[in-house]
């Protein structure tokens, strides 16, 4: 998708590049024909003034062409594409919806983590179930922004809430799913401790990482979010199981559209979320048993009846 919009973007500047080209010759040539005209058509002929006046048609011809490729076609070209969205499908673009997938396997088609990446400023923000699929094919691309100065903020449901046996049940009752997020939340960690140690006194390398035990509403991926650049791209439905896949659609900034009421969910869950703190060590509990092999009479031990040594 990304080559082709490429392709497509250098054959409208080759054409361009040559139309503007054109536009000048025209323009040069019928000026320089219209001033030159005195010299090759005597001054008392007939046919001087009209064939003056057709090379000042010329060069004004160039002139406008000249114009209108330097300054408006770009602007003609995006009122007629937004004109002819709004007939095709004005609900979705009134809305903001600039795309709408069937699942992730058609999204991933069409758009890659690199491309949605590409020209963030300011922040990442990722929610979702386990977060699995990102924690193991986009740790790189997660590192990578976070140690540029980009504020990457991930959300993840909590494996021991409620919900997750809630989702379970829903799902057959596989437990596979509190497995995938405590291995998606261990990956994670050890990637917030590698961009800590890469970082550990500058502004840049800034990853967070909450977790939640409220019924979500959605999974998303949201770049720059509140900024007019700004967009999101959002699955419709809850998570019910890998064998049951929601369509995604990318949501941009619009006036009274979708985008506000998705970032207004967002937030709700990133403020009823608690940050994701290391598990402490924890020390052998009273019901650990121990083998200790010993020898010699002077050994001494420990006599849990008496507590003491």
């Known amino acids: 998708m990304e080559k082709h919009n490429n392709k497509s973007l250098r054959i409208r500047s080759w054409i361009r590049d040559r139309v503007l080209f054109l536009a000048m010759m025209i323009f040069v040539a019928g000026a ?4 030159g005209a005195g010299k090759l058509i005597p001054h008392d002929s007939i046919w001087l003034h009209p064939v003056k006046e057709f090379f000042l048609l010329v060069s004004m011809i160039g002139v406008v062409s000249l114009g209108y490729e330097l300054f408006l076609r770009e602007l003609t070209f995006n009122e007629y594409k937004e004109a002819l969205q709004d007939i095709v499908n004005p609900h979705a673009v009134r809305l903001g919806i600039q795309g709408i997938y069937k699942n992730r396997s058609e999204l991933g088609q069409a758009v890659t983590f690199q491309s949605l990446f590409k020209d963030v ?12 699929s990102i924690s193991t094919g986009s740790r790189d691309l997660l590192k990578e922004k976070a140690l540029s100065g980009i504020k990457v903020k991930l959300l993840v449901i ?11 049940r829903q799902i057959g009752g596989k437990a596979t799913l509190k497995n995938e997020i405590k291995t998606s939340l261990l990956l994670l960690q050890k990637l917030q401790d590698e961009i800590e140690e890469m970082s550990p006194s500058s502004g840049n390398g800034k990853l967070t990482i ?12 949201s770049v720059d979010e509140g900024s007019s650049n700004g967009f999101m791209i959002a699955d419709i439905g809850p998570y019910l199981g890998r064998n049951h896949p929601r369509p995604s659609m990318i949501l941009v900034k619009k006036k009274n559209g979708l985008y506000d009421y998705y970032v207004e969910l967002n937030r709700t869950l990133w403020e009823v979320s608690k940050p994701l703190l290391p598990e402490p060590h924890k020390p052998s509990e009273e019901k650990t048993r121990t083998q200790v092999f010993v020898s010699g009479k002077e050994t001494e031990y420990y006599d849990g009846a008496t507590k003491n040594w």
């Open 32 to 35: 320089g024909l219209y001033m």
């Open 121 to 132: 400023k300011r922040e990442i923000f990722i929610g979702g179930t386990s977060l699995l």
């Open 158 to 168: 909590d494996p021991d809430s409620e919900i997750v046996e809630l989702i379970t």
């Open 210 to 221: 909450h977790t939640y035990s409220v019924i979500p509403s959605h999974s998303f991926i």
